[in-house]
C-alpha cells in the first residue's frame, strides 16, 4: 500500500501501482469524468500513470491552468496526427502547449497550407477525436527511439534526441497509428476534445535559429465543449475592440516611433497625465507607510550587476555593455533597481533601531526582449517599475510583508480588479543551480511567504519554479474584465542580495548583523499594468484617474471667454479637462466627446452664461443631470470620485 496526499492534508491509502484517475474515481465519478491529468509531487503527470511510492497528489481539471496545458498539449498532438493524414511526408518539429492554445512547427516539404485549409484540418482533428484513442506513454532508451526516427526520416526529431544524455530514457507517445518523442503529460484519451479552431499560420524557424530551416507554425486552440470555444471567439472579438494598442492611439495616450526604436514607448500628455495620477496615488500613499523617495541612475558599472547575480541571470537579455574611452570600464542600462537600492542602504552604517528602512523610487529599467516578443505597453524594452526594498530585522519580516500585502491589495481594489489569486512562487527543489543563495535562506523566505498568506487568509495557488533568482515570491495573477489572467503586482522575500553586497546593521547585542529585504510592486511595470487597464475597462478609467475628466462644449464661439473661466476655475479644485472650441454643431460634439470616452460635458449656452451655471451630462444613459452652478459641480464631481 501506498499513502496519497491530497491538497486538503487528507490522506488516503491505495495499492502500489494506482493512478490518478483511480484515485479520482474513489472520491467521485463526476470528480473521474473532469480529471486531465494530475500533478505528483509537483510533477505533472498522465492520470493513467502508475503512482509506485507514497506521494502528494492534486488532480487538476480543465479549470486549472497545468489542465489546461495538458489538454492543448494533447490537442497540438491530435492536429500532428490530422497534419500527418491530409500532407503525406509532412516532418515534424515541436508543438508546445502555449499560454491560449497550442502550436506546432512542421516541415511541409514543398506542400502548402493557408488559412483556407482549416476547416479541412479542423475537420479532420475531429474526426480522430471521436475514435476516442488513448493516448499510450512508452518510455523508450536513446538508441531505440534514434532506430525509428531514423527509419521514419525525421531529421527534426532526430537533433532534439541527440541532445539527450546517452543513458536518459525518454518517452514516446501514441494515439490511434501516430506516434510522437514527448515528454507528455497527455489526456487519458482523445474523446475530451470536442471543440477546436486553427487560429493563425505563421513562419518560424528552427529551434528559433534564422540560419536554420523555416518551418511552417500553426496555432490551435481547443475546448471541451464547443460552447467554451464559441465564448472564446466571442471574447476574441470583444478584446479586438478594447486592444490598447488600438485605444491608445486613438485617445493619445502614447506612441511607438521607429527612430526611437522598437519597444520603448513614449508617453503623450493625455498618458502622461493618467500615469502621473496612478504615481501620486501610490507616492501618497507610500509616504503614510514610511517610505522614503530616492532617485538612481538609469545606468551603472557592469561590476554593480555582477555582484548582485543580475548581469549572470538577465545578460543575454540586456542590452549590451556601454564602453567608455577608459580602457576596460564598461556600464549596462540597469536590468532591475535592487542593486541600486542596497548601495542606497550601504552608504553608511545602519543600527536596528532605524530599521525597517523602506526605499521607494519609480524606477526605470531596461531589457532586450526579442523582437517578435514586443506587445504593445504589455512587452516592452524600457520599463518603469515602481519599486521599493525594504530592509529589516528578521523579526520584522512578518509584519512588513503583511504590511507590503496590505498595500498591495489596496492599490488592485482601488483600481477595480476586484477577482485576483495570489501566487505563492518558489524554487525548483529539482534544479537548483538557477538560484542564489543556501538552502537555509531560501527554506526561511518561503516559509515566511507561506505564513503570511496564511495568517490573513488570501486565496493563493503554489508554483514550483516561478521564483526570482535570488528569492521567492507572491505574485498577483489578477483577472480582467474578460476574464484573462495578468501577472501584475509582486512581493518578493530576499536574503540573497544582503549577503552579496555584505549589507549590515548594529543590533541590540551591538554585533553585526544582516538585513533580510523585501522587493516589492503592487504595478508591477507601469506600462504593463496600464496596458491592461486600458483593455480592462475599454479606455473608460475610474473618474479620478482619467486624464482628460471632463469636456466644456460651448454652443457658440461667443461663449470661449465663459468657458475658459471655468476651465481655470475647476483647475483650482485639480479638476482637469479640456474645451471644445472647434466651429461644429452641438450634436457632433456630444458624439465626438463620448467617443474620446470623457466621462463629463459641460454645455454651455445663452442660459448657462446669464445665470453664472453649467450644464452637466454624463456618459449613460440617465446622463443628464441639470443645471449646476460652479460650487454645486465641485461638490457633485468629488463626491463621484
Not at 507514497?54 to 488532480?59: G, H, N, T
Not at 502622461?272 to 501620486?280: H, V, Y
Not at 515570491?473 to 544582503?498: C, E, H
Request: glycine fraction near 8%; include cysteine.
Amino acid at each position: 500500500m501506498i499513502k496519497i496526499t491530497l491538497p486538503d492534508g487528507s490522506v488516503r491509502e491505495y495499492e502500489k501501482g494506482t493512478n490518478a484517475m483511480q484515485i479520482a474515481s474513489s472520491i467521485s465519478e463526476g470528480l473521474a469524468r473532469n480529471v486531465v491529468s494530475a500533478k505528483v509531487n509537483g510533477e505533472v503527470w498522465d492520470a493513467n500513470r502508475a503512482i509506485d511510492e507514497d506521494s502528494k497528489v492534486q488532480l487538476l481539471t480543465w479549470n486549472d491552468n497545468d489542465g489546461k496545458k495538458t489538454f492543448w498539449h494533447s490537442s497540438a498532438h491530435l492536429m500532428a496526427e490530422a497534419l500527418e493524414a491530409l500532407y503525406p511526408g509532412v516532418k515534424l518539429g515541436t508543438g508546445p502547449a502555449i499560454e491560449n492554445g497550442f502550436y506546432y512547427d512542421v516541415d511541409l516539404g514543398g506542400q502548402k497550407i493557408s488559412s483556407d485549409d482549416f476547416p479541412k484540418i479542423e475537420k479532420k482533428m475531429l474526426e480522430l477525436a471521436r475514435l476516442k484513442s488513448e493516448f499510450i506513454r512508452k518510455p523508450i532508451s536513446k538508441a531505440d527511439a534514434t532506430a525509428y526516427f531514423t527509419e521514419k526520416g525525421d531529421e527534426y526529431k532526430l537533433e532534439l534526441i541527440e541532445k539527450r544524455g546517452e543513458d536518459e530514457e525518454l518517452t514516446l507517445y501514441e494515439q490511434g497509428g501516430f506516434v510522437d518523442l514527448c515528454k507528455g503529460p497527455h489526456l487519458e484519451s482523445t474523446a475530451k476534445i470536442k471543440a477546436v479552431k486553427l487560429m493563425k499560420i505563421a513562419g518560424a524557424y528552427w529551434q528559433g535559429d534564422e540560419n536554420r530551416q523555416q518551418m511552417t507554425r500553426l496555432y490551435g486552440v481547443s475546448f471541451p465543449k464547443q460552447k467554451e470555444l464559441n465564448q472564446y471567439l466571442e471574447m476574441l472579438e470583444e478584446a479586438k475592440k478594447r486592444d490598447h494598442r488600438k485605444l491608445g492611439a486613438e485617445m493619445e495616450l502614447f506612441m511607438f516611433s521607429e527612430k526611437v526604436g522598437a519597444g520603448l514607448p513614449i508617453w503623450l500628455p493625455k498618458g502622461t497625465a493618467l500615469r502621473t495620477r496612478l504615481e501620486d496615488f501610490l507616492k501618497k500613499e507610500q509616504l503614510k507607510r514610511g517610505y522614503q523617495p530616492v532617485i538612481t541612475p538609469h545606468i551603472g558599472k557592469k561590476d554593480l550587476y555582477v555582484t548582485s547575480g543580475h548581469y549572470e541571470k538577465y545578460g543575454e537579455d540586456s542590452f549590451q555593455p556601454i564602453h567608455t574611452p577608459r580602457e576596460g570600464e564598461e556600464f549596462l542600462l540597469k536590468p532591475m533597481n535592487c542593486p541600486h537600492h542596497c548601495e542606497v542602504y550601504g552608504n553608511r552604517p545602519h543600527s536596528y533601531k532605524e530599521l525597517p528602512i523602506r526605499i521607494a523610487e519609480f524606477g526605470t529599467v531596461y531589457r532586450y526582449e526579442q523582437s517578435g516578443e514586443l506587445h504593445g505597453l504589455t512587452r516592452v524594452r524600457g520599463f518603469t517599475q515602481d519599486d521599493a526594498h525594504i530592509f529589516c530585522t528578521p523579526d520584522q519580516l512578518k509584519a512588513e510583508f503583511l504590511n507590503v500585502l496590505d498595500l498591495t491589495t489596496h492599490v488592485i481594489n482601488k483600481l477595480g480588479f476586484d477577482d485576483f489569486t495570489a501566487q505563492i512562487s518558489l524554487r525548483d527543489p529539482d534544479n537548483k543551480e538557477k538560484y542564489i543563495g543556501s538552502d537555509e535562506n531560501w527554506e526561511k523566505a518561503e516559509q515566511a511567504i507561506i505564513d503570511a498568506t496564511k495568517e490573513v487568509g488570501l486565496k493563493t495557488t503554489t508554483e514550483l519554479g516561478e521564483a526570482a533568482f535570488y528569492g521567492p515570491k507572491l505574485d498577483f495573477m489578477i483577472k480582467d474584465a474578460l476574464g484573462r489572467s495578468w501577472q501584475l503586482g509582486t512581493i518578493q522575500v530576499d536574503y540573497n542580495l544582503p549577503e552579496r553586497f555584505e549589507l549590515e546593521y548594529i543590533g541590540s547585542d551591538n554585533a553585526t548583523h544582516r538585513p533580510v529585504m523585501i522587493h516589492r510592486a503592487p504595478f508591477g511595470s507601469m506600462e504593463r499594468f496600464i496596458g491592461v487597464l486600458i483593455e480592462h475597462c475599454a479606455g473608460k478609467f475610474p473618474l479620478w484617474l482619467t486624464p482628460d475628466q471632463f469636456a466644456i462644449l460651448p454652443i457658440s464661439e461667443r461663449f470661449i471667454d465663459y468657458c475658459n473661466e471655468i476651465k481655470d476655475a475647476l483647475a483650482v479644485h485639480d479638476i482637469q479637462g479640456v474645451i471644445d472650441n472647434r466651429n461644429e454643431k452641438i450634436g457632433r460634439k456630444i458624439r465626438d466627446t463620448w467617443a474620446k470616452k470623457i466621462p463629463v460635458m459641460l454645455i454651455v449656452g445663452d442660459k448657462e452664461v446669464e445665470e453664472k451655471k453649467i450644464s452637466v451630462r454624463l456618459q449613460g444613459e440617465d446622463g443628464d443631470k441639470g443645471s449646476m452652478s460652479l460650487d454645486e459641480f465641485v461638490t457633485f464631481f468629488k463626491a463621484m470620485l
